[in-house]
Each structure stands twice: as C-alpha cells, then as structure tokens.
C-alpha cells in the first residue's frame, strides 16, 4: 500500500516537474549550439575583414558588424503583373549598397577584389541571420515557456549547424576568388574558350569559338572573381544580335540523398537558381521564339554548391564537356549558344581556368582528404569508443 502511494507521489512530480526539465535540459542543448553559431557569424566576419586587410582596424569591424543587418524588402506581389521587373529592379539596389559598402571598408578597391569582397559578404551575412533567427527562436521559447517552439528548432537545428558552418567556409572561398561547387557552370564553359571575349552585360563575357567544326557562342560570368552576372539579359541581347536557335545550359543542380556527388545528368529548360528573375528573361525569350534549351547538370548537395568544390565535382568537368561537344556535333543549329550558369569565383574566361582553378583547390582537397580518412578510421574502430 505503501509502494503504491510513493509511485503516485513520482507520478505526479513527474507530471508537474517532468516537462519543466526537459525544458530546461533542451535549452542548455540550444544555447550551447547557439554559441557555436555566434562564433560562425564572428568568424565569417573575421575571414572577410582579413581578405581586405591584414589588420582590420576597429572601425572596420563595427562598420561590417552594423551592415550585417542590412536587409531587402521583397515587392509587394498582391498583383503579379509586372513583379519581375520589380524584383530586378529591388536586386540591382541591393548590389549598389553592397558595393557602396565595400567601398566604405577600403575606398581604394576596385575590380576583381570588390567583387570578391561583395560576395564575401552575402556569405558572412547568410552566417549572421542563422544566428540570428536561432537566438530569436530561443529568447521566445525562454519567454513564452513554449515547449514547442524549443522541440522545432531542436528539429531543425542539425541542419542549420550544417548551413552556418557551410557559409563560414563559402565566406573564405568568395572573399578570395577560390572555386566553389557552384563555380562548376562556368568552369566547364572556360574549358571550351580560347578567348577572353567581349563583355555583353555587366560582368557576363561571351567569345565566339569552334566546336565540332561548328560556330558556337560560349557565355559566362566574368572571372575570376566571385560574380554572377545578369545572365538573364546578356542571353536575351545575344539571341536578338545573333539569331540563336539552340542554347546548352550547364549549371550545378542539388542531387537527392544517395545520388553520387559530381555525376552528370541530361535534361532541358534552362537549370538556373536563385529567386528567378534571370531565369524568366531567358525563359520569355526562348519561348517566344521556340529555342530548343538543352540542359547539363552536376549534381551535388546543397552545402557542397557554397563551400570550397570537392574533386569529385570538379572530375565532371570531362563527362559534362564531352557531352555538351556531343550535343553541339548532332544539332543542326546554325548559331549554337552555351551558356556555363553559376558564380564564377575563381574560373577565369579561357581553359586555362581548368588548371588554376585545381592549383587554387590543392590545400582544400588535401583537408577534404584527411577528414574522409578520420572518419573512415572512426567506422572502422567503432567498437574501441
């Protein structure tokens, strides 16, 4: 009877008290995930004053700390009509200040090193607003007592841990002009240039070459530094001036969980990312003239398209390129356009890129190399922990 009486007493602690320590036990799990992501934020910040400048001065730093919450309103979409022309116009503001605030950290830079030090800081500001929205998360759950807003982010907190570290690591690559997994697109399209070529748009080039015996005007950002370039318009002018009537488009694509990381796939339309103003320029223009668009992706994941490329991705390289030669061999096409989508961080405008771009990723694929080894070695002596 006794027995009985104490078990009912736990019970009801358990009841009263038990939600209260999990509560407790998971805010000090979030909190402590949450320090590591402010050390994210400040060693993005870090990385990118240092690419200025050896030694950022003080001023430097509050500066760069207040712009990091910089922010762009999106249109209002109530009305659809006419919302591209609005978002491009929003996005162009948002380069402007950008640069104006580079400007501000070293008056004295310009070319290639402003436009490192703007891509730079998109990573370093993608790291602080992951911070940010997780201490938000947090502070209201604490507030709130609000067991289910501290479950979600517990949920989703693996993930975002993944994405901050991966912008700290994109930060480094963009704010030096080192070849991301995104930079894949354009370095395939630099290994069919012979020539720098022309620039259409803002920092978009396109040469005319040879291919298979054929003319074919070959597109992308100008490198090598971090740029993206309004590819968007610069295809647009190009298919008006040059009459194209068939376009290869060749751009990195998120492969799904189990898919091996730099494969190559086939498909058509036009595979370009981002919040899709670009795209639909391409996409009005193809569509009005009835251009068949070719598609060549490599595949890799979404963590893998920001931080330094892997070897496997650039391995794809050879299959992409032997395909796309394919492809320009069988059209019947008169005036060929391949277009290499993505940022061009550290792909110059010629096949010489190829090799520089490996010089550039050796010291990265050495430490890829030994973390696949520490974890293979980790596998292998599990059962010794």
């Known amino acids: ?29 979030l909190e402590t995930e949450m320090k590591k992501l402010e050390g994210y934020a400040h060693k993005a910040e870090s990385i990118l004053l240092k690419s200025i400048t050896e030694k950022p001065t003080k001023e430097m730093k509050v500066k760069l700390r207040h712009f990091m919450d910089f922010f762009i309103t999106e249109p209002v979409n109530l009305d659809p009509a006419g919302i591209i022309n609005k978002l491009d116009y929003v996005i162009n503001e948002g380069e402007r200040k950008f640069e104006e605030f580079a400007l501000e950290l070293d008056p004295k830079m310009k070319g290639d090193a402003l436009a490192n030090s703007m891509m730079g800081m998109k990573g370093a500001l993608g790291a602080t607003q992951i911070f940010k929205i997780v201490r938000h998360f947090i502070i209201m759950s604490k507030k709130t007592n609000n067991l289910q807003f501290a479950m979600i982010l517990q949920m989703q907190l693996p993930l975002l841990m993944k994405i901050a570290k991966a912008q700290v690591k994109a930060t480094h690559a963009l704010s030096n002009g080192i070849p991301i997994g995104d930079t894949i697109g354009p370095l395939i399209a630099a290994s069919l240039k012979t020539k720098e070529g022309a620039e259409i748009v803002k920092d978009v080039v396109m040469s005319q070459e040879k291919i298979e015996g054929k003319k074919v005007y070959v597109m992308k950002s100008k490198g090598p530094a971090s740029r993206l370039g309004q590819q968007g318009e610069a295809v647009k002018r190009v298919i008006i001036k040059h009459k194209i009537d068939y376009i290869i488009a060749i751009d990195a694509a998120a492969k799904m969980e189990g898919e091996k990381t730099g494969s190559v796939a086939e498909g058509v339309g036009v595979p370009m ?8 320029k391409i996409e009005e223009c193809i569509a009005d003239k009835k251009i068949p668009v070719d598609a060549v992706i490599v595949k890799e994941g979404f963590v893998e398209a920001s931080i330094p490329m892997k070897k496997s991705i650039y391995s794809s390289i050879w299959p992409a390129t032997d395909k796309i030669k394919s492809y320009v061999k069988k059209s019947k096409a008169k005036n060929i356009l391949i277009v290499g989508v993505g940022n061009t961080s550290g792909a110059g405008n010629t096949k010489s890129a190829v090799k520089k771009a490996a010089e550039l990723l050796k010291k990265d694929w050495d430490a890829y190399d030994k973390k696949k080894k520490e974890e293979a070695q980790k596998k292998k002596n599990w059962w010794k922990v």
């Open 273 to 280: 990312g981002g919040v899709g103003v670009q795209r639909f």
């Open 1 to 29: 009877m006794q027995g009985d009486m104490w078990s009912f007493l736990f019970f009801i602690l358990l009841f009263i008290f038990g939600p209260k320590l999990y509560m407790w036990q998971m805010m000090y799990k």
